[in-house]
């Protein structure tokens, strides 16, 4: 099932960006919070975009392919997904921050989630009929 392959790839992920936060967290003593830092401010929120976008991104095209979707396109969407968020976490993490690379992310995300959304929608009505 390559959608796991895909979940698998983006838990490590989030496990990397999740022990940045930690090691930051500890080196600058901020128990909660980002304690006016922006390099915190910065590693929390490329945490926390991460989980906010990745869990329903996976379940449309884990959906697709449980509705046997055409492979390529459920990679397409897993491939688009994963380069969204390490170019966003990339770019966000940056303090002097070129917009370029956490718009360019969020755009292939959001490319991702509406065109598993579509496909999702499509399938529904095709086989309604």
Do not use: W
Not at 4 to 23: G, K
Not at 76 to 89: I, K, M, S, T
Not at 112 to 126: E, G, H, K, P, T
């Amino acid at each position: 099932m390559l959608t796991a392959v895909f979940a698998s790839v983006l838990a490590l992920f989030y496990i990397y960006l999740s022990l940045r936060t930690i090691r930051l967290r500890r080196g600058k003593r901020i128990a909660l919070g980002a304690g006016g830092d922006s390099q915190m401010e910065r590693a929390i929120r490329v945490h926390s975009n991460f989980a906010e976008y990745v869990p329903l991104s996976l379940l449309l095209i884990l959906m697709l392919e449980l509705q046997s979707a055409n492979k390529a396109l459920v990679g397409f969407l897993g491939f688009l997904l994963l380069l969204g968020r390490c170019v966003h976490a990339y770019g966000v993490s940056q303090e002097a921050e070129d917009f370029r690379f956490r718009v360019g992310g969020m755009m292939l995300t959001f490319a991702s989630l509406a065109l598993a959304s579509l496909a999702n929608l499509a399938v529904f009505v095709m086989g309604s009929h």
